[in-house]
């Protein structure tokens, strides 16, 4: 069983920073794409970022040059950098492992609220 665990949601005002982390134990993190998502009130899950285990990093329209996706693989953790926040980047955010036989984990979610 893969378990991932996210962390460094909070409130931030607009133009303000987080970096949200997203741990797991499972040794195969390294050849997993990893990725992260989220999910505004009212609407559908929707891409955020995701980088492969050999380091590619695609990332949505709406957040291309304010967030950095990056992946630590000697601790098995996934970073998502994000600055210059802006309110409609409020919703919670969920880690996504996408391993090699093609199966998806997704952690529990960590809420992210940008006020303006």
């Known amino acids: 069983q893969v378990q991932l665990v996210e962390s460094g949601g909070g409130l931030v005002q607009a133009g303000g920073s987080l970096r949200l982390s997203c741990a797991t134990s499972?040794?195969?993190?390294?050849?997993?794409?990893m990725g992260w998502y989220r999910q505004a009130p009212g609407k559908q899950r929707e891409l955020v970022a995701i980088?492969?285990?050999?380091?590619?990093?695609n990332y949505a329209d709406s957040v291309k040059g304010r967030f950095t996706i990056s992946r630590d693989n000697a601790k098995n953790t996934v970073y998502l950098q994000m600055n210059s926040l802006k309110p409609e980047d409020t919703a919670v955010y969920y880690c996504?492992?996408?391993?090699?036989?093609?199966?998806?984990?997704w952690g529990k979610g960590t809420l992210v609220t940008v006020s303006s």
């Open positions: 996504n492992c996408h391993d090699p036989w093609a199966v998806d984990y």
């Open positions: 980088i492969t285990s050999g380091g590619t990093t």
């Open positions: 499972r040794s195969i993190f390294r050849l997993s794409r």
